[in-house]
């Protein structure tokens, strides 16, 4: 199984990017598909994520502004951000997991515990 991340850079506080996850080794069909992140000297926290049938979960700290999305053909998973932070700073990293569903991946006390397969991350900056 192989999650490759791409797209971060650095951008200005108000600016938008788009990170993409290449996946390998497995049907997006069968998995939950998410986004995490973590800033120096924190934890990795849930971002976002997707299930096969459309259903999404975000954390409270990115509703209306990032939005998760697959493409079956392709086997790539998508994070659109929008209106950046500059506490969006961070190492985004793509997840895979069979058993959770969006809400847990994305909200539940195991958090990055619990997540089968992790991609190498993509770093994000964003400035004032």
């Known amino acids: 199984v192989r999650l490759v991340e791409s797209g971060g850079d650095s951008v200005q506080s108000g600016g938008s990017l788009r990170l993409s996850c290449a996946v390998s080794g497995i049907t997006l069909s069968s998995y939950c598909m998410g986004w995490f992140r973590q800033a120096p000297g924190k934890e990795r926290e849930g971002v976002a994520a997707i299930t096969s049938n459309g259903a999404t979960s975000y954390a409270d700290f990115v509703k209306g502004r990032f939005t998760i999305s697959l493409d079956f053909a392709e086997n790539m998973v998508y994070l659109e951000m929008n209106s950046l932070k500059l506490e969006d700073t961070a190492m985004y990293y793509c997840?895979?997991?069979?058993?959770?569903?969006?809400?847990?991946?994305?909200?539940?006390?195991?958090?990055?515990?619990?997540?089968?397969?992790w991609g190498q991350g993509t770093q994000v900056t964003v400035s004032s």
């Open positions: 997840a895979a997991d069979v058993i959770l569903t969006a809400n847990q991946m994305v909200h539940g006390s195991g958090g990055a515990a619990e997540i089968g397969y």
